[in-house]
């Protein structure tokens, strides 16, 4: 196994207001990267390096990163820690908040150089942008092939829910649904608070979300904007069935018919509802 050093030598104070909690353990760091089954010279985005420490992994396990750090202390860190990397182009680093750049059109980007497109997503990202980085990525083009993230253990659980490894981890939402209308995701492994620093104020967890593409749209000839228009209309109101929600923008009596089609109870609320049947309903659906 390759061997992974943590930076225990924090040169940089947390920020609260950016969300900071600086990875501080090896055993996490071999955790991540063997869930990331990187490839040599594979190009992988790192969304808010900090200190390089799982930078450094990424590099050390062959692949060529692009960073994008809002960070001015943390991206004048990460070119000193570098050099070499960045001179060679194995390490591009981008100073910009990941909401706001386009680092598939900045030129200096290994992203806007490689003819496929393809990357790969690995990061410990700001929890309070969790859904913000989910919808970007996976919502717009061009897509990564998968994404390995640490995120907050409620938000994987949350977003997993009733997974096919035949575990219930809790009802469907706007963003478990989300998720798995491009992509399948999976927990593999939980993280303990003591392994950042500072540590945060909740458990952790690792989360994949692999085979992601927009082929359920494209197959079903389904238009995003209209399935998910549908989806959040579904779940506006959580104490009401489902149908009594969707009846306002679809007509009783058409909804009365998709209900029957899908032989779905009248009773079912937008959190018990899978997928699949989303996307059955939103394939009847005209809005």
């Not at 991206?75 to 909401?99: K, M, T, W």
């Not at 927009?214 to 000839?221: A, E, L, N």
Request: a positive charge.
């Amino acid at each position: 196994m390759m061997r992974i050093s943590a930076n225990n030598t924090m040169r940089l104070q947390p920020k609260k207001s950016l969300g900071q909690h600086f990875l501080n353990s090896r055993y996490v760091l071999e955790q991540i990267i063997s869930a990331s089954r990187i490839k040599m010279g594979e190009v992988i985005l790192e969304i808010g390096p900090g200190t390089g420490v799982l930078t450094s992994a990424l590099l050390q396990a062959g692949a060529n990163v692009v960073a994008v750090e809002k960070d001015d202390r943390a991206y004048e860190l990460l070119g000193e820690r570098f050099p070499a990397e960045c001179a060679s182009e194995q390490l591009n680093v981008i100073h910009g908040d990941i909401l706001d750049q386009d680092i598939f059109k900045t030129r200096s980007s290994p992203l806007s150089k490689t003819s496929s497109g393809s990357y790969s997503i690995v990061a410990n990202i700001p929890y309070y942008i969790t859904g913000a980085i989910l919808e970007k990525f996976l919502e717009d083009e061009p897509r990564p092939d998968r994404m390995v993230l640490l995120v907050q253990k409620e938000v994987a659980e949350r977003i997993v829910a009733r997974a096919p490894d035949g575990k219930d981890h809790g009802k469907e939402s706007v963003l478990s649904v989300s998720v798995k209308a491009f992509g399948t995701p999976k927990v593999v492994a939980h993280v303990p608070r003591g392994a950042f620093i500072p540590p945060p104020t909740v458990d952790s967890a690792i989360l994949t979300v692999d085979d992601i593409s927009d082929k359920r749209f494209r197959v079903g000839s389904i238009d995003a904007k209209k399935f998910f228009d549908i989806v959040r209309t579904g779940f506006a109101h959580k104490r009401k069935y489902l149908i009594r929600n969707l009846e306002p923008i679809m007509g009783m009596e058409h909804v009365n018919r998709i209900w029957k089609e899908l032989k779905l109870d009248k009773k079912v609320r937008a959190e018990d509802i899978t997928v699949d049947q989303w996307f059955k309903i939103a394939s009847f659906v005209t809005l």
